[in-house]
C-alpha cells in the first residue's frame, strides 16, 4: 500500500514538472525571445515587437496575439508597465472577414437598440424617397392630414427631430464600431524607436491611437 503512494506521488511530480518546463516561460533560455501571450517564438508570417516600456522575458509579443488581447480587454494599456500601445491602422481586413453592423454588447437593450436605429434608417429611407418623389410640401400636407394641425402636430414633429438627431449620432456610433472591427492595427514596435535613438536618430513615423470599442 505505502509503495503504491510512493509511486503515485512519483507521477504526479513528474507530471507537475513536465507540464511546468512546457507551459512556464520562466524555464526557458531568457535569450530566447518568446510572446508574453501564446509562449511561442518569432514567425515568418508574425514578427515579435516591442509594444511598451516592459524588458525581459515579458517584453515581446506578437502583433496578432496584442490585437486580439487588445480587442477582447478594449484596453490599449499595458496592465504590467502601464504604458499605451501606439497603434498604426494599416487597412481594413480582406473582404472574405468583413463582419456586419452589430450590437454595442450582448445586452438586450443594445440589441434593442440596434434594431430601432435599423428600423429608424429604413423609415428615413422612405421618408427621404417621398419628399423627393412628391416635394416635401405635399409631404407635410400628408402629415398634417393624419394627425392635424393642433398640439398632436407639433409633438410629433418635435420628436421626429429627437429622434432624427439621436438615431443620427447612434448610426455614427454604429459605424465607428464596425470600423474598428473590422481595421487590421500595427502595432509600433519601441524596440526599432529605442535603437534609433541609440544611434542619435530619430523616428519620422507617426501614429495615433484610437480607441476600442465593446
Given at each position: 500500500?505505502?509503495?503504491?503512494?510512493?509511486?503515485?506521488?512519483?507521477?504526479?511530480?513528474?507530471?507537475t514538472a513536465r507540464s511546468e518546463t512546457v507551459c512556464s516561460p520562466k524555464n526557458l533560455s531568457?535569450?530566447?525571445?518568446?510572446?508574453?501571450?501564446?509562449?511561442?517564438?518569432?514567425?515568418?508570417?508574425?514578427?515579435?515587437?516591442?509594444?511598451?516600456?516592459?524588458?525581459?522575458?515579458?517584453?515581446?509579443?506578437?502583433?496578432?496575439?496584442?490585437?486580439?488581447?487588445?480587442?477582447?480587454?478594449?484596453?490599449?494599456?499595458?496592465t504590467i508597465c502601464q504604458s499605451e500601445f501606439e497603434l498604426i491602422p494599416a487597412g481594413l481586413?480582406?473582404?472574405?472577414?468583413?463582419?456586419?453592423?452589430?450590437?454595442?454588447?450582448?445586452?438586450?437593450?443594445?440589441?434593442?437598440?440596434?434594431?430601432?436605429?435599423?428600423?429608424?434608417?429604413?423609415?428615413?429611407?422612405?421618408?427621404?424617397?417621398v419628399g423627393l418623389r412628391h416635394g416635401s410640401s405635399t409631404m407635410v400636407e400628408h402629415v398634417?392630414?393624419?394627425?392635424?394641425?393642433?398640439?398632436?402636430?407639433?409633438?410629433?414633429?418635435?420628436?421626429?427631430?429627437?429622434?432624427?438627431?439621436?438615431?443620427?449620432?447612434?448610426?455614427?456610433?454604429?459605424?465607428?464600431?464596425?470600423?474598428?472591427?473590422?481595421?487590421?492595427?500595427?502595432?509600433?514596435?519601441?524596440?526599432?524607436?529605442?535603437?534609433?535613438?541609440?544611434?542619435?536618430?530619430?523616428?519620422?513615423?507617426?501614429?495615433?491611437?484610437?480607441?476600442?470599442?465593446?
Amino acid at each position: 500500500m505505502m509503495c503504491t503512494m510512493i509511486d503515485r506521488n512519483e507521477e504526479q511530480t513528474l507530471k507537475t514538472a513536465r507540464s511546468e518546463t512546457v507551459c512556464s516561460p520562466k524555464n526557458l533560455s531568457t535569450k530566447t525571445m518568446l510572446c508574453r501571450i501564446c509562449f511561442d517564438t518569432e514567425t515568418n508570417l508574425d514578427h515579435l515587437i516591442r509594444p511598451c516600456a516592459c524588458s525581459g522575458t515579458v517584453a515581446f509579443v506578437h502583433n496578432s496575439c496584442l490585437e486580439r488581447w487588445v480587442r477582447a480587454t478594449s484596453n490599449i494599456q499595458c496592465t504590467i508597465c502601464q504604458s499605451e500601445f501606439e497603434l498604426i491602422p494599416a487597412g481594413l481586413k480582406e473582404w472574405k472577414d468583413i463582419s456586419f453592423p452589430k450590437p454595442l454588447s450582448d445586452l438586450p437593450e443594445d440589441y434593442m437598440e440596434f434594431g430601432c436605429t435599423i428600423a429608424w434608417v429604413i423609415y428615413m429611407f422612405r421618408f427621404a424617397y417621398v419628399g423627393l418623389r412628391h416635394g416635401s410640401s405635399t409631404m407635410v400636407e400628408h402629415v398634417d392630414a393624419a394627425i392635424g394641425t393642433g398640439t398632436l402636430r407639433s409633438l410629433w414633429w418635435l420628436s421626429f427631430w429627437f429622434n432624427f438627431l439621436y438615431y443620427g449620432a447612434m448610426c455614427f456610433i454604429f459605424y465607428e464600431k464596425w470600423l474598428i472591427d473590422n481595421t487590421v492595427f500595427q502595432f509600433k514596435d519601441k524596440s526599432t524607436e529605442q535603437h534609433l535613438k541609440s544611434t542619435g536618430k530619430t523616428s519620422t513615423t507617426k501614429s495615433r491611437n484610437m480607441k476600442f470599442l465593446n
